[in-house]
Nanobody, 123 residues
């Protein structure tokens, strides 16, 4: 089964740091774009950051200069380093990846989502 598994959320004080990880597993042939999204209570899911297969990054204005997205292609893993956290960063964070993988006997393109990890920043 092809899936994304997240880790690294938790509770931190304002100004602190957290690092999220997201590992892809299964019969994966390649991973294209990867990204992180978040959803705060009562709000829509929003883009946090993306990274292409070649390492090009894109960030939401609200996290520029504080968050860094990276990936380790050998490990099929992406990371989100979050520094200078603010209470408004509190949300469930979801990783996302566009993968090409075996599904039975077939090769398919899939969009995968992680299970979500809670990040809570206290003031």
């Amino acid at each position: 089964q092809v899936q994304l598994v997240e880790s690294g959320g938790g509770l931190v004080q304002a100004g602190g740091s957290l690092r999220l990880s997201c590992a892809a597993s299964g019969s994966i042939l390649s991973i294209n774009a990867m990204g992180w999204y978040r959803q705060a209570p009562g709000k829509q899911r929003e883009l946090v950051a993306t990274i292409s297969s070649g390492g090009r990054t894109n960030y939401a204005d609200s996290v520029k200069g504080r968050f860094t997205i990276s990936r380790d292609n050998a490990k099929n893993t992406e990371y989100l380093q979050m520094n200078s956290l603010k209470p408004e960063d509190t949300a469930v964070y979801y990783c996302n990846a566009a993968v090409v993988a075996y599904s039975g006997s077939y090769v398919r393109s899939m969009e995968l989502w992680g299970q979500g990890t809670q990040v809570t920043v206290s003031s």
